[in-house]
């Protein structure tokens, strides 16, 4: 069982920047693939970015490609999003899931444990 709760969101104008964090429950984090997804209001959860359980590999929407970094830190049981040149179209609740095993998966049903979100509004 992994427990995760999100933190860093808020408010911010247009091109800045904020780091998301995702904190996990349990020892053995570093099995467990993670990722970031999104939610608009009224919209489908979408994509964001992923990372393997070795940190070594990672993969990005297209939206976000450039502008945000996944990581994370082991030691800490910590995953975190860097988010640059924010745009007002990246305003969205903001969730970390994580799933056993390698990872890398880009649909929200290839993951079992999900955090509750935390708020990342831009404004123009």
């Known amino acids: 069982q992994v427990q995760l709760v999100e933190s860093g969101g808020g408010l911010v104008q247009a091109g800045g920047s904020l780091r998301l964090s995702c904190a996990a429950s349990?020892?053995?984090?570093?099995?467990?693939?993670m990722a970031w997804f999104r939610q608009a209001p009224g919209k489908e959860r979408d994509f964001v970015a992923v990372?393997?359980?070795?940190?070594?590999?990672?993969s990005y929407a297209d939206t976000v490609k450039g502008r945000f970094t996944i990581s994370r830190d082991g030691a800490k049981n910590e995953l975190y999003l860097q988010m640059n040149s924010l745009k007002p179209e990246d305003t969205a609740v903001y969730c970390c899931?994580?799933?056993?095993?390698?990872?890398?998966?880009?649909?929200?049903?290839?993951?079992?444990?999900w955090g509750q979100g935390t708020q990342v509004t831009v404004s123009s």
């Open positions: 349990g020892r053995t984090f570093r099995r467990y693939g």
């Open positions: 990372i393997d359980w070795s940190g070594v590999e990672a």
């Open positions: 899931a994580a799933v056993a095993g390698y990872g890398l998966g880009i649909n929200p049903s290839d993951y079992d444990y």
